[in-house]
Structures are given as C-alpha cells and as structure tokens.
C-alpha cells in the first residue's frame, strides 16, 4: 500500500466523533449457538469500506471476499473503494457507519480505540479462541491500544534498504551507519562545480520516504517513556541518528543537496530518481518492488535490511513497520457477521496470500509468509524477513500520532539546515510541544 498524507484534521475530528450517533448493536462476546458459524449466522449484507482504488486492488480485494462467501453464502458483501479515514469518521459520528473499515495507516488506532469509535475486538477474538500469537508482536501492538485490540492487522509494510546493482560497481550493502556514510560519499558523483549529479544517499528527511518514524529503528530511538510523555529529548538514540544525519547533509552542502532533491522526479511516478540511476541507495518499503517490476523494468537492484547504529549490531535485519487496520466502527448494522469477515481476512492463509500477491504488501501471518503459495524472490523475502525481525519496531500508538510526527520532522529539518545551534535543548523542546499537546488532549 502507499501511505496517504497524514489527516490532521481527521484526527482532531475523532475526539468528538462518539457524540451524535444512532446506537448500533455492540459487539461482544455471544452465547456459543450450536452449528457452524456460517449456519448460525443469517442473511445480511455488509458494508465494507476501504481505501484500495485501482483495478487490481479492488479486484483482490474482490478475490479475497470470495473466499469469504464460500463460507457464508447468506452473507452479501457491498465493498466501497477509496474511502479515506476522515471519511470514516464523519460516517461514524453522523451514525452512517459501514459494517467494516479498513485504513491504510495506523495514526488513528489509539483515537479510535479510546474514544470508542471502533469496537473493541477483544471478547470475540477469546471467545472463537483466536491465537494472535500468529502475528509478530509488532503487528499486534499497532492495531490496538490500551488494552482494546479495536483494530486488526490486514496487510503490513515493512522498511528496508534498495540499492542500484550497477552503481554500486560490487560493493556490498552497507551494515552500519559508518558503512552507508562512506558508501554514499563514494558513489556520489558531482560535476566540475560541485552540484550533485548522483547520490550516494540522500539523508535529509525531506526526502521521500525518510520520516524520523522510518529512520528511528536503525539506532532502536525510542518515541515515549512509559507514561506516554515523549522520550525524545532524553533518548541518545535520538541525538545519535540526528548528529549522523546531520554531518552527511553537510558533507553534500544542505543548498546543494536541497536543489538537487527538488529536481528529481515523483515518488510515484516512473520518474522516480531512483528508477532513473540519479541516487543509489533509497530507504522504502516493500511496495517499491511492484512499482520497480512495472515502470522500471531491467532495473538491476537488491534490496537488504537498512543499515543500524555501529555501535548496535543486534539491530541489524530488523525496521519498521506499520500497515493496513481493520476493524468494526461503532453503529455497524450487523457485528456478528462484521467479526466474521475481518477474522477471514486476517487470519486465513488463502485469503492473506491472495491479497500480498495482487497488491505485494507483506502478509501478517506466520503461516501466510511461509505459505508456498505466497510469490516472493529474494528482493521481496528482504521484507518478510524484516517483518518477522523480533527487533522490528513500529511508531506507538498515540492520541497526537500525526501532531507529534508532525513536530518532529518540522524541528528535524531545522536541524539539519543548520538553524538549530544547541542539539540538546531543541530536542527538549520538541519534547515540550509533545507534552503540552498531550496534557491539552487529555492524554
């Protein structure tokens, strides 16, 4: 899946979002009827909404519900394309509700799952006695919060490193940041004025896919103590990856390398520098291997975990993740039947195999990702195996995901700029504005 752009103004939307609504059943934990679910359950039509557009996406999104009406043929599933979260959540504070959402980012979980806005998954999951141990604990972490799974995991993303075979000229993917720093220096190619024609890497958090959120496990960054205050400004994870970042945007000249970033192409278009040979080694996730494979064909590239602190060997081979939720909003017609589809869609073999090859995102669980049926070659095993990294990390959950995120980057670019001239005290800040915005939210 792609990340879409962070909806500050669906976030802010959600804390009111349980006022003002018609009450729909709740779901919850039912007496055990006799028969099989698919003969206990009755007619119904379900609406699900998503956020998949184009024709392939909704045609396995399709496949996979036809896996789910072999079970319950009495069960009509109505699926909606392109439905973004600030959609969901205005249909759920108007009481016009779907039976099922899915969203692509996981920003919104702690907000839904506190305010009540999605169902809280928990009793059915107990009562139909299914093991969420199938899916890595990082998986489980981002789909739920305080206590409430009120969301599952669908699809996941998982972060590593692409690097150009032929730029590279055999030099190995590096391991540690000292690695990648020296690699980039050496296959960067400038003209006879200095301007950047080739990046080795391109550093700057401006750049694509380089959010602090991404770039925080290479070091193991933490984001919050565990009260929930931030932990930013007294992480030295945190001034480590900055300091490093920092001496490498130097190194190109932060002007030189802003001209050359803002000359490259689209992140999702044919044109994307690394496509072109322009930068030889990116940070991105799992889906850049479809996109590769259709506007890039012969491209000669491989894919490796993204290189970790020296000083943090254990690191290696794991990154972040995040992915598509689903889960059951508050006012859904028909729960029961609800529970049943997203219990297919995130824990059949069949159904989670049949969506990763379609739309090449990363299957979340265990028996999907060794399932012989799942197509992979080893620029995409890179994922599944990031994935599955015990040391993976994800962002937490949190009431202010987008705001603090947001922060963060903001005073990141600063940073780097050179407009920050005490690390220390700027890290503190950010901390600051964290915590003010989470004492204003109640958290």
Not at 172 to 192: C, G, H, I, N, Y
Not at 429 to 437: L, Y
Request: hydrophobic share 40%.
């Amino acid at each position: 899946m792609r990340f879409v752009p962070l909806a500050v103004a669906a976030v802010l939307a959600l804390t009111a979002c349980t006022a003002n609504r018609e009450a729909g059943p709740s779901l919850g934990a039912q007496p055990k009827p006799s028969g099989s679910a698919s003969q206990a359950l009755p007619a119904a039509t379900l609406e699900l909404w998503h956020g998949f557009s184009t024709d392939a996406e909704v045609k396995a999104f399709e496949a996979a519900i036809a896996g789910f009406n072999k079970k319950f043929p009495q069960i009509t599933v109505k699926a909606v394309k392109g439905v973004q979260d600030d959609q969901i959540t205005q249909a759920i504070r108007g009481g016009k509700a779907p039976d099922v959402a899915a969203s692509f980012t996981t920003d919104n979980v702690a907000q839904w799952c506190r305010s009540g806005s999605f169902q809280d998954l928990t009793p059915v999951i107990a009562q139909d006695g299914v093991d969420l141990s199938v899916l890595p604990a990082v998986a489980r972490s981002y789909s739920g919060f305080e206590g409430k799974q009120c969301t599952l995991p669908l699809l996941a993303d998982a972060y590593g490193l692409y690097y150009n075979k032929a730029l590279m000229k055999g030099e190995q993917p590096p391991r540690t940041l000292s690695e990648l720093t020296e690699l980039a220096k050496k296959l960067t190619v400038r003209d006879a004025d200095g301007e950047i024609k080739v990046a080795g890497f391109i550093p700057t958090v401006q750049y694509y896919e380089n959010s602090p959120s991404h770039l925080g496990p290479m070091v193991g960054a933490k984001w919050y103590n565990d009260d929930g205050t931030s932990a930013i400004g007294s992480d030295p994870a945190w001034k480590q990856l900055l300091t490093w970042q920092k001496e490498l945007v130097d190194w190109y000249g932060h002007d030189k390398l802003e001209k050359f970033r803002k000359s490259l192409g689209d992140e999702w278009s044919a044109e994307h520098p690394f496509f072109k040979g322009k930068v030889a080694m990116i940070l991105d996730g799992e889906w850049r291997n479809a996109m590769i494979a259709n506007d890039a064909k012969g491209l000669d590239y491989g894919t490796a975990p993204l290189p970790v602190a020296d000083d943090r060997p254990e690191l290696y081979g794991s990154g972040f993740t995040a992915g598509t939720v689903i889960g059951v909003p508050k006012g859904a017609r028909h729960p029961q039947h609800a529970w049943e589809l997203i219990k297919h869609l995130t824990m059949d073999t069949g159904s989670l195999v049949t969506l990763s090859n379609a739309l090449r995102n990363v299957p979340t669980t265990k028996a999907s990702m060794e399932s012989p049926d799942l197509s992979k070659d080893a620029n995409f095993t890179t994922f599944l195996e990031i994935f599955a990294h015990p040391k993976t990390s994800t962002l937490p959950a949190s009431v202010n995901s987008v705001f603090n995120q947001e922060a963060f980057a903001t005073f990141i670019a600063k940073w780097e700029k050179g407009d920050v001239p005490d690390l220390d005290a700027g890290l503190k800040g950010v901390d600051k504005q964290i915590n003010d915005k989470l004492k204003l939210s109640g958290g």
